[in-house]
């Protein structure tokens, strides 16, 4: 017996060390007091790893009084608003289900005065069912299911490598026939988002619940479409879904307050806006957050469901 309890131990040695290096490290901000690794340093390196988990629990540790929930395209308009009374629940690639889940996960835990959603037509789709947000509250539910996850030592490991310096340059020489490229391939990509289309009626449950819960609590709930350049819209319009866009248009103008930025205008149809065909660029983010945050589109079509009006941050 006596064997056997020294044996144990000397096993459950690297297993502790492990956990000890975990806490120090602590890559996303689990224990939230780590010293080791600045705020700048950990997001660099875990947002491309698992930027659900960091989003989360920078969420849970921190919640602010207004939200954003979406996909890439609400990140990208984040990265231009207050960080400081603005929480990010924002995943690239995010589905409507990880949305609508952030937000009653979110909601157990906090408040808010607005919840800012972005969704396109393409995220209106039964089909549309990636759930990466549920794992995630797996992940994070203790803090040895968070330090024995691959993502959590992926990033401490990167975050323990010595400093590297990263190259910006990769595309600099030749930066014009790279957009070129990366714009082509991404209208190759049209058919996987709108090959296959169904109603979303459980979608639309779901979100009547979010607004009738956000009335109830007197919370801004507002949505808005995001621009994509007219090479791409002219590709979705070959699947014929104006009176699925129509019905789309309408269950969120019964919902909340609808910003609709995928209107024909001059924003959707000059390339230098974008930086490929779904995503604008920073300058564009920036027009956008400031016509939202004033309530005064001039880019967009606002539909008024609810009272004018945004929260001040």
């Not at 690297?14 to 890559?27: K, M, Q, R, T």
């Not at 400031?290 to 967009?300: C, F, T, V, W």
């Amino acid at each position: 017996m006596k064997r056997f309890i020294i044996n144990g131990a000397i096993f459950s040695i690297p297993f502790g060390i492990y956990c000890l290096l975990i806490a120090l490290i602590d890559p996303f901000n689990y224990l939230n007091h780590s010293q080791f690794f600045s705020q700048k340093e950990k997001e660099a390196i875990v947002q491309d790893i698992e930027p659900h988990l960091f989003k989360m629990i920078a969420f849970q540790n921190k919640p602010k009084k207004n939200w954003v929930i979406g996909d890439s395209r609400t990140n990208g308009l984040y990265e231009v608003m207050d960080k400081n009374s603005w929480s990010n629940l924002a995943y690239g690639g995010a589905s409507l289900k990880e949305m609508i889940q952030s937000f009653w996960w979110a909601s157990s835990l906090s408040t808010p005065d607005t919840v800012l959603m972005g969704i396109n037509l393409s995220l209106y789709n039964k089909y549309n069912k990636r759930f990466w947000v549920e794992e995630t509250i797996s992940r994070k539910s203790n803090y040895f299911s968070y330090a024995f996850n691959n993502y959590t030592f992926k990033a401490a490991f990167k975050l323990a490598l010595p400093e590297k310096q990263l190259s910006d340059t990769a595309y600099r020489d030749d930066e014009a026939d790279a957009k070129k490229y990366f714009w082509q391939q991404k209208l190759k990509g049209v058919d996987k988002f709108y090959g296959k289309m169904a109603y979303p009626d459980e979608y639309f449950s779901q979100l009547t619940e979010i607004s009738a819960y956000c009335q109830r609590r007197d919370i801004k709930l507002i949505f808005w479409i995001p621009p994509i350049h007219e090479d791409y819209q002219q590709l979705v319009d070959q699947y014929d879904l104006d009176e699925y866009n129509d019905r789309f248009l309408k269950d969120l103008r019964r919902l909340g307050d609808v910003f609709d930025f995928n209107e024909n205008s001059s924003l959707t149809k000059d390339k230098d806006n974008f930086r490929d065909p779904v995503h604008f660029t920073t300058e564009i983010a920036r027009k956008i957050e400031k016509e939202i945050r004033s309530y005064s589109p001039k880019n967009a079509v606002l539909y008024r469901e609810f009272s004018p009006g945004i929260s001040s941050y």
